[in-house]
C-alpha cells in the first residue's frame, strides 16, 4: 500500500513533537527494552544491546516506506530528547480504519508524555486521507494506558476475548476508539 507523504511540520501536542525515528534513539530504544512489557507487544526484545536497539531503530525507520504505517519517536519539546515511541498503524485502511500504540520509557512515566504524544498521534491521523477511526486494543490490567486513552478522548467500547497475541499468549484486550468528527455543511446549502 502507498502511504500519504511523511507530514512536513512533525506533530505536536502540549509538552512533545512527534519525529521520525533517527540513529540516536537507540538509547531510548534501549531504556524502553527494559520495561517487562513493551518486548511482549513488538519487535524489542528485553534488555536490548546495542545491536538489538540499534536493529529495532532500522526496521521503525523501515515502517513508512514497507506501507505498514508512521512510525514515531516521541520528543520532549523542551529539549529534543527522545522519551518514547508511538504509531499509527494503517493495515486497515481501506475500511477506513488506523491503530495506534504507544510507549514511554520508565523514567519518563507519570509526566503526561503518553496522553500528549496520543493527542499528537490522533490529530495528525485526521489528516490521513481514509482514516475515519484509530482503534487502541489495551489489556484490561493496564491502568496506566486506559488513562491515556480517556485522556486523550477515546472511548472504550467492548473487551475483545482471546484477540491479542502478547508475549506468546492469547489475551483479551479493551477496545478504544476515536472516530473523525463529520464535517458539517455550510448553512443554508442542502446537498
Partial sequence: MTLPPWPADPPTFGQVRLRAVEARDGAMARRL???PYVPQTGSLPGDASASEAGA???RHQGRHAEGAGFSF???RRSDGDAVGHCGLWLKGLEEGRASGGYAIA???RGRGYAADALAALTEFAWSVPG???IELFIEPWNAASIRTAERAGYRRKRLLVGYQMIGGQ???VLLYVAVRAPKRAKAGRNF
Fill in 33 to 35: 527494552s527494559t520495561d
Fill in 131 to 133: 482514516v475515519q477511526r
Fill in 170 to 172: 492469547s489475551r483479551d
Fill in 73 to 75: 519517536t516521541i520528543a
Fill in 106 to 108: 520508565p523514567a519518563e
Fill in 56 to 58: 529495532w531503530v532500522v
